[in-house]
Nanobody, 121 residues
């Protein structure tokens, strides 16, 4: 069982930077794949980035490629999402999720409560 807590959200101006953190407050997720997702008002939740447990493989949505970086520190039980050159369209609630099941795709069983990111123009 893993419990995830996101932090680092807030209000930032377009072109600025923000770093989100996802910490496992209970359990350890060093062997889990962790994804960052976001959901904007009126839109479906979408994956933003993903990192495997070994940090050997990362994935980024096209919309954030080259601007966002996902990383993890297993010793600190924390996964980060560095957001640079943010745009107003990055405004959303950001969630982290953990998975240790792959059935054609990663199945995320554990979710954090979300953190709001608002980018002003």
């Amino acid at each position: 069982q893993v419990q995830l807590v996101e932090s680092g959200g807030g209000l930032v101006q377009a072109g600025g930077s923000l770093r989100l953190s996802c910490a496992a407050s209970k359990g350890t997720f060093s062997t889990y794949t962790v994804g960052w997702f976001r959901q904007a008002p009126g839109k479906e939740r979408e994956i933003v980035a993903r990192i495997t447990w070994s940090a050997g493989t990362t994935y980024y949505a096209d919309s954030v490629k080259g601007r966002f970086t996902i990383s993890r520190d297993n010793a600190k039980n924390t996964v980060y999402l560095q957001m640079n050159s943010v745009k107003p369209e990055d405004t959303a609630v950001y969630y982290c999720a953990a998975s240790n099941r792959f059935i054609n795709t990663w199945v995320y069983d554990y979710w954090g409560q979300g953190t709001q990111v608002t980018v002003s123009s």
